[in-house]
């Protein structure tokens, strides 16, 4: 079986959707990123806002570096026709059969479908670029808008399980699985 992702530095890879246009994360991204990825944005999600913008700096340098190796594909978001950056997307472990989504949406874009719409342009993305036997989309149980997103791909929940937010606090998650199209 060849490599799941062939190793490939996916570093000029852009994903064109109906409304969105996903690129690689950038240093160039740092300011919006570091405003916009906030502790009300990380309130369902593993990691903690950055506190300085030199952790969003550090966070887009070890992205970048995964990107390169072939272990994952960090995009930032934006609208196709106007350039508004709207948060940031990626499929992780993209070297593994299984590999994992993950997506964050700017506060001021909620409630408009962009999150669907990266996600099923990362998915589609995948299915066309990786061989995997599916994509995992963990998502805190509370997080009503966001568990309709593997739900609108056809992702069913395999798993409850509680973890620790990088925070330390207790967060309640299911994991949905996502096949590939066939």
């Given at each position: 079986?060849k490599k799941?992702?062939e190793?490939?530095?996916h570093?000029n890879?852009?994903?064109e959707?109906e409304r969105?246009i996903?690129?690689p994360i950038a240093?160039?991204?740092?300011?919006?990123?570091?405003?916009?990825?906030d502790?009300e944005?990380?309130?369902?999600?593993f990691?903690?806002a950055?506190r300085?913008?030199?952790e969003?700096?550090d966070?887009?340098?070890?992205?970048i570096?995964k990107?390169?190796?072939?272990?994952?594909?960090?995009?930032?978001?934006?609208?196709k026709?106007t350039?508004e950056?709207?948060?940031n997307?990626?499929l992780?472990?993209?070297?593994?059969?299984t590999?994992?989504?993950g997506?964050w949406?700017?506060?001021?874009?909620h409630?408009?479908?962009?999150g669907r719409e990266a996600?099923a342009?990362l998915?589609h993305?995948a299915d066309?670029?990786?061989?995997y036997?599916?994509?995992?989309?963990?998502?805190?149980?509370?997080n009503?808008a966001?568990?309709k997103i593997?739900?609108?791909?056809?992702?069913k929940?395999?798993?409850?399980?509680s973890?620790?937010?990088?925070?330390?606090?207790?967060m309640?998650?299911?994991?949905?699985?996502?096949?590939?199209k066939?």
């Amino acid at each position: 079986m060849k490599k799941i992702s062939e190793l490939k530095n996916h570093l000029n890879t852009i994903i064109e959707t109906e409304r969105l246009i996903l690129k690689p994360i950038a240093l160039e991204y740092a300011e919006d990123i570091f405003v916009e990825f906030d502790d009300e944005i990380t309130t369902f999600m593993f990691p903690s806002a950055a506190r300085k913008i030199s952790e969003t700096h550090d966070f887009i340098n070890d992205s970048i570096k995964k990107i390169k190796s072939g272990e994952e594909i960090v995009m930032s978001i934006f609208d196709k026709s106007t350039g508004e950056f709207f948060g940031n997307g990626g499929l992780h472990h993209i070297d593994t059969a299984t590999p994992e989504l993950g997506i964050w949406i700017k506060k001021s874009a909620h409630g408009k479908k962009i999150g669907r719409e990266a996600i099923a342009g990362l998915k589609h993305w995948a299915d066309k670029n990786l061989t995997y036997e599916y994509l995992i989309y963990p998502v805190a149980v509370d997080n009503i808008a966001s568990r309709k997103i593997p739900e609108s791909l056809g992702g069913k929940v395999v798993r409850e399980f509680s973890d620790k937010k990088q925070n330390g606090e207790d967060m309640l998650q299911v994991e949905y699985h996502i096949y590939p199209k066939n």
